[in-house]
């Protein structure tokens, strides 16, 4: 089960690296052709900036759901070292329960607002046809995203990354570097 779950989770992970990738490469080509046509033509590609701020957007969040599966989320750290080293097993079941919980409900949220741009039938301001769901649609894939590795490693411990963005262990580092041992 748990290898299932392995790599049931790292395949998401390579669609996302790949989509990730091809948000920010698209990003890039459009702009240096927007440029070039400023450049040769004396005019852009009307479009062509907002496009690749709704790439950035896709990208961005994308990025997000991989900073997750590396371990490398924001949390609250304060208090880590007031817990007796026992106990810490079990308060990081209770931290990525409760990050899952936040996730299922930035989905909905994201599910409700997306099902209302579609009813209302909205369109992209900019990007004349171009349905404002297409644009919203990466929110609640993300929350989902999310929520589902979180709650993956609240129940599978052995899955769970390290905390990259831990300051507790950046400044343990620190000391010995100081210290020197």
């Known amino acids: 089960m748990t290898n299932t779950i392995k790599k049931i989770i790292g395949g998401i992970t390579i669609v996302e690296k790949v989509f990730g990738g091809l948000c920010f490469a698209i990003l890039a080509l459009l702009m240096a052709m927007d440029v070039g046509s400023r450049e040769i033509f004396n005019e852009g590609i009307e479009w062509a900036q907002k496009g690749a701020i709704i790439l950035m957007i896709w990208g961005g969040f994308i990025g997000a759901a991989l900073t997750t599966a590396k371990g490398g989320h924001l949390r609250p750290e ?15 079941v209770i931290e990525h329960l409760i990050v899952t919980g ?17 009813a209302n039938g909205d369109i992209h301001p900019v990007i004349v046809g171009l349905p404002l769901w297409v644009v919203n649609i990466i929110f609640p894939y993300v929350f989902v995203s999310m929520a589902f590795r979180h709650f993956v490693f609240a129940i599978v411990p052995s899955l769970r990354p390290d905390d990259y963005g831990e300051t507790s262990k950046v400044l343990d580092e620190f000391e010995k570097e100081e210290v020197g041992y």
Request: hydrophobic share 55%; net charge positive.
């Open 78 to 92: 304060i208090a880590d070292k007031l817990w007796p080293e026992k106990f810490k097993p079990f308060l990081k």
């Open 102 to 118: 936040f996730c299922v409900f930035l989905f909905y949220l994201s599910l409700e607002h997306l099902q209302a741009v579609q």
